[in-house]
């Protein structure tokens, strides 16, 4: 069975249950932290779902709100496949046709015979 896991991000939560509306103020706070951001690059980590997460900035987010990773990170599993990949070492391999290319059979027309 495949699993795929992906994650819900809470920042905009634990942002909001502190009573803080703007990602502006989160700055200043990120930076007595030794976090330097932008207000842009910050923007998009409290309005997006990161890909790759500084752990130093997770630290700090953390220390911020109190909180903890599991506060800001929720795992899922996004879907599941009964079907196992094909990794070519069951069964015999099939013999590819000399020229194929997976291109048609070339038709040959042949006169009608009285």
Aim: with cysteine; net charge positive.
């Amino acid at each position: 069975m495949t699993k795929t896991v992906a994650y819900h991000w809470h920042l905009r939560k634990v942002m909001n249950e502190h009573g803080m509306h703007s990602t502006t103020s989160l700055v200043p706070l990120l930076a007595d932290r030794g976090v330097v951001m932008t207000s842009t690059q910050v923007y998009r980590i409290v309005t997006g779902t990161p890909e790759r997460l500084n752990m130093q900035l997770l630290a700090a987010l953390c220390d911020i709100f109190g909180a903890t990773p599991n506060d800001l990170i929720e795992p899922y599993v996004a879907s599941s496949s009964r079907r196992g990949r094909k990794t070519g070492t069951t069964g015999t391999p099939k013999a590819p046709k000399s020229g194929s290319r997976n291109r048609p059979t070339r038709a040959v027309i042949k006169p009608a015979q009285d």
